[in-house]
């Protein structure tokens, strides 16, 4: 008698299951509704990895569309300057060449940016697919520093930018230093962008129980606290830098970076403070 | 689809003239794997919120759905169950048994329902938090800092289907509180777990997915 009823609901707690329709009857001390319990646990997980699949296909979708509608427009504008270059080129005698000169810088300029992109967009696929790990071990931040600071040194040194930084070579933390250096490079290549001809650009090291912090902080019109929450979302630019030269892909890989490492990374915005600031916090 | 659900729900308090809407028709869905912020100034109605959401006091109407099960039908014990396996809190005074160690703290949910630890998800939670070199200690010889790291390993360690956090930092100073919800931020994102956290600081706020401010008993988003 009591076998039959137990299996009775055990039935009826397949045929929910199946329908999607599953909750726990009671709850109590008992075996059953401890089972119930699991139960409904085991099916959110596994609905949890279904919705996951899900999101990862159309966010594959997603990332496809937005490669075609990136490289779109470098492209349209490549073919636009390359026929007005043969145009040119084709009147001899009168051709100019400023004219020439121009527009072929333009079309390195847009080659560029491709080239950007497309490099970026492959360290991310590689990076989401696995196909490249992150291994975080013990690492001087001090070098993680300088070697960043070198690779944005000449782009900096046009704008007149100086990029202070005490060093302090005692200062460890757990981090991957090919991809974090990937990280910190997107975060000033960024500053030295938006900041001013002339201005300042200022990495600190702060120390806590868990995490390094590493402030890098700027002249430029940094962020505000509405757009704090989307700038690390895929091919999102702030609303105020439309014009600026970019393509919205670096702070994106960054985050992804530093979120593989255990660590994360966190915007002060502008009405707190004057300036752009970012903060990376990587786990010691 | 939503964990979470609450439904036009009210606390009043009082009556007539005395009469106190602490809460005011609050609606709000949270989705799994989300990490919300409610944000409110004290007498806002976030705690009477916190305290409805996690089954710790009955509203005067309305509903509140978690994991599908509407929790507003629930009596006595039946609801202390059903909190113990659903439910991982995470309070502003730690709330750490202080007899037992660290480990027993973080399983003790866990053995209370009579079910065995995943060991290979609590050693990896213990080891993420950073609190392996303290899982035979008393919980008086760690830090704040620490003891709240040990509760958050204790919410994470069931797998609930979410953990509350009534302001978690609210008696850390500030660098150890960054800490704590970068912590918590991080791994809620591993464990893919849903999180919800009271707070009246915005800066606190601002570590989550998704801000929701509540005022006098009701809520912009």
């Known amino acids: 008698m009591f076998e039959n009823k137990t299996i009775a609901r055990l039935e009826q707690m397949l045929d929910a299951a199946i329908d999607g329709t599953f909750v726990e009857s009671d709850y109590d001390e008992s075996r059953l509704s401890r089972l119930e319990s699991r139960w409904k646990e085991f099916l959110g997980s596994s609905v949890l990895s279904n919705q ?24 349209t504008i490549i073919k636009m300057y390359s026929e007005l270059l043969r145009e040119e080129a084709s009147r001899d005698d009168k051709a100019s060449l400023a004219k020439i000169q121009k527009f072929a810088d333009e079309i390195c300029r847009q080659n560029a940016r491709l080239e950007f992109l497309i490099d970026s967009l492959t360290k991310l696929s590689r990076l989401e697919n696995g196909t490249l790990s992150i291994v975080p071990t013990e690492g001087e931040i001090d070098k993680l520093i300088k070697t960043s600071i070198s690779s944005v040194a000449s782009k900096a040194e046009q704008k007149k ?6 060093a302090d070579s005692s200062l460890k933390a757990s981090f991957d230093m090919k991809w974090t250096n990937e990280a910190l490079i997107n975060v000033l290549d960024n500053a030295v962008k938006y900041s ?19 402030h890098v902080t700027d002249d430029g019109p940094g962020i505000s606290e509405e757009d704090a929450t989307r700038i690390f979302g895929r091919f999102y630019r702030g609303s105020s830098v439309q014009q600026e030269e970019g393509v919205g892909i670096g702070l994106y890989l960054t985050r992804e970076i530093i979120a593989k490492e255990d660590g994360y990374i966190k915007v002060v915005p502008n009405d707190k403070r004057k300036g752009g600031e970012l903060v990376l916090y990587l786990k010691r | ?52 959401l996690g089954g710790l006091d009955n509203p005067t109407s309305g509903t509140v759905i978690i994991d599908d099960k509407d929790i507003s039908g629930l009596k006595g014990d039946e609801l202390c169950i059903f909190r113990r396996r659903k439910i991982g809190f995470i309070f502003q005074s730690f709330n750490l048994v202080p007899s037992i160690t660290v480990y ?88 893919n777990q849903t999180i919800v956290m009271i707070t ?22």
């Open chain 1, 52 to 75: 996951n699949l899900e999101t990862e296909r159309h966010r594959l979708e997603t990332f496809i569309s937005d490669i075609s509608h990136q490289t779109k427009t470098p492209m």
């Open chain 1, 161 to 166: 930018i100086s990029i202070s930084y005490e």
């Open chain 1, 196 to 214: 001013p001809e002339g201005g300042n650009i200022r990495i600190t090291v702060e120390q806590f129980e868990v995490y390094q912090a590493i």
């Open chain 2, 200 to 221: 009246h600081n915005d800066e606190i706020a601002q570590m989550a997915d998704r801000t929701i401010r509540i005022e006098d008993g009701h809520i912009f988003a």
């Open chain 2, 1 to 52: 689809m939503s964990i979470l659900e609450a439904k036009n729900l009210t606390k009043y308090y009082g009556e007539g003239d005395t009469l106190v809407k602490a809460l005011d028709g609050v609606s709000l869905s949270v989705e799994r794997g989300e990490f919300v912020s409610i944000i409110g100034t004290s007498g806002s109605g976030k705690s009477t919120l916190l305290h409805m």
């Open chain 2, 104 to 191: 027993d703290n973080i399983i003790l949910p866990i053995q209370l329902d009579g079910k065995k630890p995943d060991k290979d998800h609590i050693d990896n939670v213990i080891e993420t938090l950073g609190i392996e070199s303290k899982k035979n200690v008393l919980p008086s010889k760690l830090s704040g800092g620490q003891q709240q790291r040990v509760a958050i390993a204790r919410a994470l360690a069931s797998k609930p289907a979410i953990i509350l956090a009534d302001e978690p930092t609210g008696n850390l100073d500030s660098k150890t509180s960054q800490d704590v919800l970068g912590l918590l931020k991080t791994t809620g994102k591993k464990y």
